[in-house]
């Protein structure tokens, strides 16, 4: 029988990818867990692994293909199995580093064929369907493999994993008896705005030169498009005096020196918003149809500019952190995440972000909320200017910073409250710290 290897879905946002270098040939012997592809997704460079052995059979999309859409099929893999049917179409998995978790691709939106094959049988995907019905359950083939053994039907466990898909721990912990809870009814799509071509905006051919958007460009387009359409926002904005932070970083670096460490601004700054955070928890939530998503941890987003667009790699449990912790782990994040070496999970789910651009001389902007997080803080620069304190005139480092908040979970007197503890933290940072 023929299994035909499907583009798989890499991220949750992922919709195409460039399939940039197969690691095999037609007629070579592949077994599970064998790398067989790289492919360049919107966010990032990943290798995807064979789930089953067999022999491949015919590769069905060239090397350095830009534009593949997920679920098309890439390769077509030969072998037997158990009953010698045909099987259906299975999705390639993703590899993590040496050292990292192996990851599991999100299954595409798009339905493969029913299956004829018998459960366990070769394949790269893992379903199931509820309670007799048509509605798909997803499950990685370890997991699947373990739920077997126990005796556990997959149509009553949650998955933990992307776009709901049951993985390792949530059949390791599960009993035969494990419900599933109600899933929410889906919302109507929204409709869609028409953009009109160039040309029917009256802009002739041959005026300008096109370049194409390549994935991350599409999927930042139309997330920001959601984001700031959907989600009732408003900015909060203060004013910062960052003399006392100053000095406190130049003695911090001045004692880090001979560990080849440097703390920046920002890394104080996100350290200042895991603090805040903590002290104000209201303001670390998520909207959801279900409810408010009070989040446990703060996981903090950082924007980086990369070429062809911007990725929020995380600072994972950010509040709990050392500067020096920060520093080493915020350069690593931004340098891997200018190659797109980061993994998914290294730049998915947080739960707040801090967008600065005070590097580039900006004195104060608004940011557009990084679905599902409840707010993102924009960092101005930090320049000297006249104020007033006491009656006098005198001079002082200023830095502007703006909140952008989804009202329905960080309304304004949140906002104003995160903020003044965020002020207290960067005016006095010893304060970070007790």
């Known amino acids: 029988m023929s299994i035909d290897v499907l583009m798989p879905a890499l991220s949750p946002t992922m919709e195409e990818g460039t399939l940039a270098k197969w690691h095999v040939k037609k007629g070579d ?193 139309r997330r920001m498009t959601d984001s700031f359409r959907d989600v009732p926002h408003f900015p909060l904005t203060i004013d910062l005096e960052i003399d006392a932070l100053l000095a406190s970083r130049a003695k911090i670096n001045a004692m880090l020196e001979k560990q080849g460490i440097k703390v920046s601004v920002n890394d104080l700054v996100l350290k200042a918003a895991a603090v805040a955070l903590k002290r104000v928890p209201e303001a670390n939530a998520s909207y959801s149809p279900e409810g408010i998503a009070m989040h446990h941890n703060a996981d903090i987003a950082m924007a980086v500019a990369i070429d062809g667009g911007l990725i929020t790699p995380i600072i994972r449990k950010c509040e709990t952190k050392g500067l020096a912790q920060i520093a080493v782990e915020a350069k690593d994040l931004a340098e891997r995440a200018r190659t797109r070496k980061l993994k998914p999970e290294e730049f998915q789910g947080g739960t707040f972000s801090v967008s600065n651009l005070g590097m580039f001389g900006i004195k104060s902007f608004n940011s557009i909320i990084n679905e599902p997080q409840g707010a993102i803080l924009s960092v101005g620069v930090g320049a000297q200017q006249p104020v007033v304190k006491n009656g006098e005139l005198t001079i002082a480092t200023v830095m502007s910073v703006t909140l952008t908040c989804d009202h329905r979970v960080v309304d304004g007197a949140i906002g104003a409250r995160w903020l003044q503890a965020f002020k207290a933290l960067i005016e006095d940072p010893i304060t970070m710290i007790v």
């Open 29 to 221: 012997k592949v077994s599970s867990g064998d790398v067989i592809a790289e492919i360049e997704t919107d966010k990032a460079t990943m290798e995807v692994e064979a789930v089953d052995e067999g022999v491949i059979e015919d590769i069905l999309v060239a090397e350095g293909s830009e534009g593949v859409k997920v679920n098309t099929p890439i390769a077509r893999l030969s072998g037997e199995d158990a009953g010698g049917s045909q099987s259906p179409p299975q999705s390639a998995a993703p590899t993590a580093p040496p050292k990292g978790e192996q990851l599991k691709a999100p299954e595409p939106a798009a339905a493969p064929p029913p299956s004829s094959s018998p459960a366990g049988g070769g394949g790269m995907r893992s379903e199931a369907t509820r309670d007799g019905g048509g509605d798909r359950v997803f499950a990685s083939p370890l997991a699947r493999r373990i739920a077997e053994q126990k005796g556990l039907d997959l149509a009553q466990v949650q998955g933990s994993g992307p776009h709901g898909r049951i993985i390792k721990r949530d059949v390791e912990g599960a009993t035969p008896s494990a419900k599933a809870p109600s899933a929410a009814p889906a919302g109507a799509p929204a409709a869609a705005r028409q953009v009109q071509s160039l040309a029917q905006m009256g802009i002739p051919d041959g005026t300008y030169d096109l370049i194409p958007l390549d994935g991350m460009k599409k999927t930042v387009a």
